[in-house]
């Protein structure tokens, strides 16, 4: 800013300054002020006090998620380089990018039902960020990329909460409804998840008209599975449900009470999955007997 002249002695002095005379005021507040301590307005000068209670009292513009509108996409490149990179250390420790399955890491935190009923709960979560193989990785990995733009209608917070608890979803409903023995890694339920979200913000921002990105996201489901083999249809179809219904809450709360329901659907979310957890636990701790289940070397009798 050009530095105003005319400032002599006998005159006001500055408001933040009592040192310096000034012949400069603030055209907001009126008072006056010195070069130092005004900015430059649409409308001559403001003082850096009135610049700050204006951004203070401005609203800020947000999201129907109540997003602020200025953020950028941050999450979903992180989760990408945390997927590619636990997959390139599974590659490495089993010594080949298509048998990566093989690494005793890899076998440690995949889904596998009898070493999670025998007390290792946490592969539910561990497991999505396991791929069999790059094309797997590549992808999931390429499809959470095409959906980053969820991420700035969501928010940060909301949005990982999202990708997580979904994540959570499709291991869960697998574990609960799946077949014992199998194993389960991807970042396809929460991916799944994600893409359930943005068929809620198109029906919420489009008031309803989403008909082709539904059709879309149900061809796609039948057709991956149908075509891919070993894809997990539970692991998809739980976390889709999980994604869309968080979405629900999230774009649908009314602005007064958006934090609580927001936190509210997710720790309802986190007990209904909990909750089934628990049941399908208690059915299979009778069929399920690990010797040692970090090594996946468990007997089911029946």
């Known amino acids: ?44 000068y403001q003082c850096v006090d009135c610049v700050e209670q204006g951004r203070r009292t401005t609203r800020q513009a947000t999201t129907v998620a109540g997003a602020r509108t200025d953020g950028k996409v941050v999450l ?16 490495v420790l089993a ?39 790059p094309f797997h990785v590549l992808v999931n990995m390429m499809s959470l990329w095409f959906l980053r ?31 014992i023995g199998g194993q389960l890694a991807g970042a396809s339920g929460a991916v799944y998840g994600v893409l359930g979200a943005l068929v809620v913000l198109v029906i919420r921002l489009r ?20 075509v891919i083999p070993n894809v997990s249809l539970l692991g998809h179809l739980g976390g889709l449900v999980v994604g869309a219904a968080l979405a629900v809450a999230f774009v649908y709360a009314p602005p007064a009470n958006r934090l609580a329901l927001h936190i509210g659907a997710c720790a309802l979310v986190v007990v209904a999955l909990a ?11 009778e069929l399920v007997f690990c010797t040692d289940p970090t090594a996946m070397i468990c007997y089911i009798t029946r």
Request: with cysteine; hydrophobic share 45%.
């Open 76 to 91: 979903v490149p992180i989760l990408i380089a945390v997927n590619v990179a636990v997959f390139l250390l599974t590659a």
């Open 207 to 226: 008031r309803g008209q989403a008909t082709q990105l539904i059709v879309y996201v149900l061809a796609l489901t039948l057709i991956t599975w149908w």
């Open 149 to 179: 733009d969820t991420e700035l209608v969501l928010g940060r917070a909301r949005f990982l909460a999202l990708y997580l608890l979904a994540l959570l979803g499709g291991s869960v409903a697998e574990y609960v409804f799946g077949d």
């Open 95 to 133: 010594q080949s990018v298509t048998e990566n399955g093989d690494s005793p890491f890899f076998r440690a935190l995949v889904g596998f039902d009898p070493s999670i009923t025998d007390g290792q709960p946490w592969r539910l979560l561990t497991a999505g960020f396991l791929h069999f193989g």
């Open 275 to 285: 909750s089934l957890y628990v049941l399908r636990q208690g059915q299979l701790a």
């Open 1 to 44: 800013m050009a530095t105003p002249h005319g400032a002599q002695a006998g005159l006001p002095v500055c408001a933040r300054h009592r040192d310096r005379p000034t012949g400069l005021s603030c055209t907001r507040c009126g008072r006056p002020a010195c070069p130092e301590c005004l900015v430059d307005a649409s409308v001559g």
